[in-house]
């Protein structure tokens, strides 16, 4: 059985970091990524990368001032997050994909077969 496990989330103020984990269990994947969903919006992509970890993908919202980084041999990739804004606030997902959805772009949700349950990021201004 698959499983997806976040952790990490919370409230910080706004120039504060925050660093998010996602624990995956019951196979490998050719990508893990990050997307979120603000009160209101549609979920939006924010970072991914390859099973190897040398290919990476970015938002442009979030691209400079967020990280996205892979531990094979734990099955868990993070998502470190710097000088984190308001508009930050959102639930963030962990997703991951397989080889089955290889069709659509990493950073189109129908990538990703696994979803975690989420975690609430808050940023105050």
């Known amino acids: 059985q698959v499983q997806l496990v976040e952790s990490g989330g919370g409230l910080v103020q706004a120039g504060d970091s925050l660093s998010l984990s996602c624990a995956a269990s019951g196979r490998t994947f050719t990508a893990m990524g990050w997307f979120r969903q603000a009160p209101g919006k549609e979920r939006e992509f924010v970072a991914t990368s390859s099973w190897s970890g040398q290919s990476t993908w970015y938002a442009a919202s979030v691209k400079g001032r967020f990280t996205i980084s892979r531990d094979n041999a734990k099955n868990t990739v993070y998502l470190q997050m710097n000088s984190l804004k308001p508009e930050d606030t959102a639930v963030y997902y962990c997703?991951?994909?397989?080889?089955?959805?290889?069709?659509?772009?990493?950073?189109?949700?129908?990538?990703?077969?696994?979803w975690g349950q989420g975690t609430q990021v808050t940023v105050s201004s």
């Open positions: 997703s991951a994909a397989t080889i089955s959805s290889s069709r659509y772009a990493y950073t189109d949700s129908r990538r990703y077969d696994y």
